[in-house]
Antibody, heavy 116, light 107 residues
Framework: QVQLQESGPGLVKPSQTLSLTCTVS??????????WSWIRQPAGKGLEWIGR???????NYNPSLKSRVTISVDTSKNQFSLKLSSVTAADTAVYYC????????WGQGTLVTVSS | EIVMTQSPATLSVSPGERATLSCRAS??????LAWYQQKPGQAPRLLIY???TRATGIPARFSGSGSGTEFTLTISSLQSEDFAVYYC?????????FGQGTKLEIK
């Protein structure tokens, strides 16, 4: 059964770049035809889809974040990654990675705090 | 961007009773509507997709209906494990957007 696990710094300074990795286990990230997504959730608030990358490498980004977001895949490591530049306190949230067009499989989430 | 609006924000229901949650889209999303359940400290879990199809392993007490702009999630005979926050999400147009959530609490 495929499992996803987020990793990365829990604290990022304002104006810096947030970098997270999602490691996929129990299956190959390059097998099948799947979307691999990043979603975030500020404390006590709702869900925001950041973007996704398809098995082919094509990407879709939320227009509200598009200028600051890059999602990439490293098939050799069975991982996909998120980079969010020029962060502010408003980017503080739990960040989730997920698989599928319908987000049928999620990681447990990782809290990222933006603070000096 | 399609705006998803859920009502009510909080719903208080007794165990064993039925709960009805609503979701409205700012424009038609056809049947491209999903429901997720989220418990405290956990990631969301897919319950329903295609407006009415239960995801794998989801009990039959969960049912979804609607199309276009009006959708409903019904939970018949609430169990203790069903008290959580529920989100609707449209995947008809990018960016896929979520509602703000309905918190289902024990009455």
């Amino acid at each position: 059964q495929v499992q996803l696990q987020e990793s990365g710094p829990g604290l990022v300074k304002p104006s810096q770049t947030l970098s997270l990795t999602c490691t996929v286990s129990g299956g190959s990230i390059s097998s099948g035809s799947y979307y691999w997504s990043w979603i975030r959730q500020p404390a006590g608030k709702g869900l925001e889809w950041i973007g996704r990358i398809y098995t082919s490498g094509s990407t879709n980004y939320n227009p509200s974040l598009k200028s600051r977001v890059t999602i990439s895949v490293d098939t050799s490591k069975n991982q996909f990654s998120l980079k969010l530049s020029s962060v502010t306190a408003a980017d503080t949230a739990v960040y989730y990675c997920a698989r599928g067009r319908l987000l049928e499989r999620w990681g447990q989430g990782t809290l990222v705090t933006v603070s000096s | 961007e399609i705006v998803m609006t859920q009502s009510p924000a909080t719903l208080s229901v007794s165990p064993g009773e039925r709960a009805t949650l609503s979701c409205r889209a700012s424009q038609s999303v056809s049947s491209n509507l999903a429901w997720y359940q989220q418990k405290p400290g956990q990631a969301p879990r897919l319950l329903i997709y295609g407006a009415s199809t239960r995801a794998t392993g989801i009990p039959a007490r969960f049912s979804g209906s609607g199309s276009g702009t009006e959708f409903t999630l019904t939970i018949s005979s609430l169990q203790s494990e069903d008290f959580a926050v529920y989100y609707c999400q449209q995947y008809n147009n990018w960016p896929h957007t979520f509602g703000q959530g309905t918190k289902l609490e024990i009455k």
